[in-house]
């Protein structure tokens, strides 16, 4: 046995041009190209490829191309004052494809039967111990993520002060496929036998030891027949979530020299961070204190509010405030607090004056954004865009028992808090 060989391929271009438009103005722009490929057999989970498995037989082939442009104005107002502005653009790809072993991957699709009908992608998922540890492969999959930022900075100087004003305006959208058992089921090692069979919690048909499987090897559980597996979730279809934000920032920052030997710095940014959004604006959230408990899980749609610009009448969905249900929020389904200023304060102390050596100290308070692919990609998956269906007990791979398991399909399966908090951090 050897080692599957694999390549890494890189390349990146760059051009830039500077103008001196006056004496005191120049520009400058920079367009910079890169690309990173890993065709199959690839890198996989010992290289950290999120949805490839170490098993080279089916495989993928993975592309990361990006693009940036940058400009940027500079501007000095006489000798103690200058402007910087600046627009940046870049992407970012994720391609997986599928690579090698196709036909064997469409065989394993067919040999496993699903209660929702459609295409199906990707065989199923398997997660469970060693030797299995993951065995998935999500191709076909991307993610796409644009940002456009602007930025503007001043800065001064007057007496032993350098003073720094600034503000940033960016806009952020990010488009990636979302619940793969929408395409495939997935499974979480075999059932520890059913009652009775072995002592196990699964159901009372299935074989089993009681410890987790019938051989004590999930790779060889994975090859009989007969053998109940964990889990089987399923999904109706695949979400393509489309999440945008935007971020708003000003903030304000002095280095004040205090004395020759002793410099302060202290300044303040206010982070204004509204909830990320579908831009598509499908996607719901559900409240329980609207849930209805006469409606029961009759209607899907119980408890649940959208986006008041989204209109789907034929599913219930009839736009306007009235998709609120009297809730306050906006189109993030949640609110956040714009409480978010954030002080800085630090200094520089040189003990002998000599220059040679200094003692230094900071600390402040940061704020970041943590809704990005979740939880809106997951309130993209609520009723009515996408129903799911779990096999509590579990379920032979290669053909369903009698009872398919009704219980929750349909139902929503995420409640989102409206008050949402941006999180932050001392440092």
């Known amino acids: 046995m050897q080692a599957v060989p694999t390549g890494i391929f890189t390349r990146q271009e760059q051009v830039r041009g500077d103008w001196n438009i006056t004496q005191n103005h120049q520009a400058m722009i920079r367009y910079t190209q890169d690309a990173w490929d890993n ?15 170490g098993f080279p037989t089916v495989d993928s082939d993975w592309s990361q191309p990006g693009k940036n442009l940058s400009a940027r104005l500079t501007s000095t107002f006489g000798p103690t004052a200058v402007n910087t502005f ?13 690579g090698i072993g196709a036909d064997i991957k469409q065989n394993i699709i067919q040999k496993i039967p699903t209660v929702f009908p459609g295409k199906k992608e990707h065989y199923a998922i398997f997660w469970s111990g060693a030797p299995i540890n993951s065995l998935w492969n999500i191709a076909p999959w991307d993610n796409t993520h644009d940002i456009w930022s602007w930025k503007d900075d001043f800065n001064k100087t007057i007496g032993n002060h350098s003073l720094k004003f600034g503000g940033l305006y960016a806009w952020y959208t990010k488009d990636e496929d979302m619940f793969y058992e929408g395409v495939s089921p997935q499974f979480w090692g075999p059932v520890a036998g059913g009652a009775g069979l072995g002592g196990g919690w699964g159901d009372s048909r299935a074989p089993g030891n ?16 007969d053998v109940w597996w ?7 279809n695949k979400v393509r979530s489309k999440i945008g934000w935007q971020d708003i920032e000003v903030y304000f920052a002095d280095t004040w020299r205090v004395k020759p030997r002793f410099t302060l710095d202290y300044g303040v940014r206010w982070s204004m961070l509204p909830p990320s959004y579908q831009r598509d604006y499908r996607m719901g959230n559900w409240i329980p204190s609207l849930w209805d408990p006469k409606i029961g899980t009759s209607d899907p749609l119980n408890g649940m509010i959208f986006p008041e610009q989204l209109s789907i009448p034929d599913k219930g969905i009839k736009g306007g405030t009235q998709n609120l249900r009297g809730m306050n929020v ?32 900071a600390f402040g308070f940061f704020y970041g ?25 579990g379920r032979p ?29 001392y440092q």
């Open 210 to 225: 009681g410890t987790g499987g019938i051989t004590n090897n999930l790779l060889a559980d994975l090859l009989l027949r």
């Open 230 to 236: 964990a889990g089987g979730d399923e999904g109706s």
């Open 397 to 425: 791979l290669d053909y369903f028992p009698s009872d398919v398991p009704t219980a929750g399909v349909g139902l929503p399966g995420y409640s989102i808090d409206t008050n949402w908090k941006v999180q932050g951090s």
């Open 39 to 53: 065709p199959a057999p690839n890198y996989a989970s010992e290289g950290g490829l999120w949805g490839d498995d």
């Open 369 to 393: 954004r943590p809704d990005m692919t979740m939880p809106t990609g997951q309130m993209a998956g609520q009723p009515p865009f996408r129903s799911t269906l779990s096999w509590w007990a």
């Open 330 to 361: 906006g189109k993030g389904l949640r609110n956040t607090s714009l409480n978010t200023v954030a002080p800085r304060l630090g200094f520089a102390f040189d003990p002998t004056g000599a220059g040679k050596w200094s003692i230094r100290g």
């Open 86 to 98: 600046q627009f940046s653009y870049s992407n970012n790809r994720i391609y997986i494809t599928d």
